[in-house]
């Protein structure tokens, strides 16, 4: 029962992490040209927030390590999930406690499916900015982190997670 468990959660990881790196990170480059055009940023000062946030997200991993930690992955990525704010690293220590030794396959194939995010929401982006806008474009980014990502992680997300406080 817990090889199903985590090969669910397993799945469950790589179907979000598309999502994730794909609205959080490869829709940018996509929607740069209209946030410059209707906020009058320059392409390398949103490329600063970009990075700003990746340093944030930095700094932010010591305490959501150590929530990670004491709750475990499904509550921290469902919240996660809920913030829109949510990559690699919470999958890789989940993945990392949960298989122990055969940890690396999974983390190959989490990686590997992850690298798709770029080939899914690229032209999606540039379909839904050049349709609806980049102001609803995210908008539907939130939607998609609020229906698919947050009940994926609270449902999937369900293996045994060891008590790390002692």
Same mark, same amino acid.
């Not at 298989?99 to 929401?121: I, K, N, Q």
């Given at each position: 029962? =817990? =090889?199903?468990?985590?090969?669910?959660?397993?799945?469950?990881?790589?179907?979000?992490?598309?999502?994730?790196?794909?609205?959080?990170?490869?829709?940018?480059?996509?929607?740069?040209?209209?946030?410059?055009?209707?906020?009058?940023?320059?392409?390398?000062?949103?490329?600063?927030?970009?990075?700003?946030?990746?340093?944030?997200?930095?700094?932010?991993?010591?305490p959501?390590?150590?929530?990670?930690?004491?709750?475990?992955p499904?509550?921290?990525?469902?919240?996660?999930?809920?913030?829109?704010? =949510?990559?690699?690293?919470?999958?890789?220590?989940?993945?990392?406690?949960?298989?122990? =030794?055969?940890?690396?396959?999974?983390?190959?194939?989490?990686?590997?499916?992850?690298?798709?995010?770029?080939?899914?929401?690229?032209?999606?982006?540039?379909?839904?900015?050049?349709?609806?806008?980049?102001?609803?474009?995210?908008?539907?980014?939130?939607?998609?982190?609020?229906?698919?990502?947050?009940?994926?992680?609270?449902?999937?997300?369900?293996?045994?997670?060891?008590d790390?406080?002692?």
């Amino acid at each position: 029962m =817990e =090889e199903i468990r985590l090969r669910r959660a397993l799945i469950g990881m790589c179907g979000t992490q598309v999502v994730s790196w794909g609205a959080l990170y490869y829709a940018l480059p996509v929607a740069t040209a209209q946030i410059a055009g209707t906020t009058g940023w320059t392409p390398g000062t949103i490329t600063l927030a970009c990075s700003a946030g990746l340093l944030v997200a930095a700094v932010a991993g010591i305490p959501v390590g150590r929530l990670l930690d004491r709750y475990g992955p499904r509550p921290v990525m469902t919240a996660g999930s809920a913030l829109a704010a =949510e990559l690699y690293p919470p999958v890789f220590a989940a993945i990392t406690c949960w298989y122990g =030794e055969r940890r690396a396959r999974p983390l190959t194939v989490v990686t590997l499916v992850g690298g798709l995010a770029s080939t899914v929401f690229a032209p999606l982006t540039a379909l839904l900015v050049d349709h609806v806008g980049r102001r609803a474009s995210y908008l539907v980014y939130a939607a998609v982190f609020l229906l698919v990502n947050l009940p994926v992680h609270w449902l999937l997300l369900t293996p045994a997670w060891p008590d790390h406080r002692t």
